[in-house]
């Protein structure tokens, strides 16, 4: 099992970035997945999640700005950001979910989003 995380940068405040994830070991259409983030000297938190039938919730800190998707076809999970923030300035990391919130699989090496100008 591994998750690959890619697509951060540095971006301007109010840009837009995609990141994603590629699965590999299980697959992501079947599973609740979810995007995760840590500021520095911030515990990890759960900013979008996506249930097996497609549902999706996010934090209140990034509503109406990040999207979660998935692609079955290639295993992978995606987070539209934008109108990014430099509160938004994390590591993020992608994982598989249970009980709406636990991260199930072992992490991946994140990637990391920068906003400043």
């Known amino acids: 099992v591994q998750l690959v995380e890619s697509g951060g940068g540095l971006v301007q405040p109010g840009g837009s970035l995609r990141l994603s994830c590629a699965a590999s070991?299980?697959?992501?259409?079947?599973?609740?997945m979810g995007w995760y983030r840590q500021a520095p000297g911030k515990e990890r938190e759960l900013v979008a999640h996506?249930?097996?039938?497609?549902?999706?919730n996010y934090a209140d800190s990034v509503k109406g700005r990040f999207t979660i998707s998935r692609d079955s076809a290639k295993n992978t999970v995606y987070l539209q950001m934008n109108s990014l923030k430099p509160e938004d300035t994390a590591v993020y990391y992608c994982?598989?979910?249970?009980?709406?919130?636990?991260?199930?699989?072992?992490w991946g090496q994140g990637t990391q989003v920068t906003v400043s100008s």
């Open positions: 994982n598989q979910v249970v009980n709406n919130i636990v991260p199930f699989r072992s």
């Open positions: 070991g299980f697959l992501v259409s079947i599973n609740a």
């Open positions: 996506i249930t097996s039938g497609g549902s999706t």
